[in-house]
């Protein structure tokens, strides 16, 4: 093996390491819930909703709860976690956010946060 055969071979396994790095800073440490309180005359809700399991499907171990406050149990579990306004999304039981995340990529971040 030549020199630049070596110094290929390094070069290769170093970005190979690199990768697997960057993959795993996106997954989150734990399994991450985002519940989001839904209503169903709220015009911004099927948007938070779609958010959260537009992220679910992009990144591993994340699980989407739509409580809906139009049922007993959700109108139970919205007075438990203090909800006045919907949509209002939590990921592992914290307020993320009231009305819907502004972006996706802010969901992301907000769901490493409270992962951690």
């Keep these: 093996m030549t020199e630049i055969d070596e110094l290929a071979l390094i070069r290769k396994k170093k970005l190979e390491e690199l990768m697997k790095k960057q993959q795993e800073a996106a997954i989150p440490k734990q399994p991450a819930v985002i519940e989001v309180f839904t209503s169903p005359t709220c015009p911004h809700c099927p948007r938070a909703l779609e958010m959260a399991n537009m992220l679910a499907s ?32 939590f990921v592992n039981g914290k307020k993320a956010f009231t009305g819907a995340p502004p972006t996706l990529e802010a969901l992301h971040e907000a769901v490493k946060k409270m992962s951690a």
């Design 58 to 89: 992009r990144v591993p171990g994340i699980r989407v709860v739509e409580v809906s406050t139009a049922i007993p149990q959700g109108m139970a579990k919205a007075a438990m976690y203090n909800v006045q306004a919907v949509p209002m999304v």
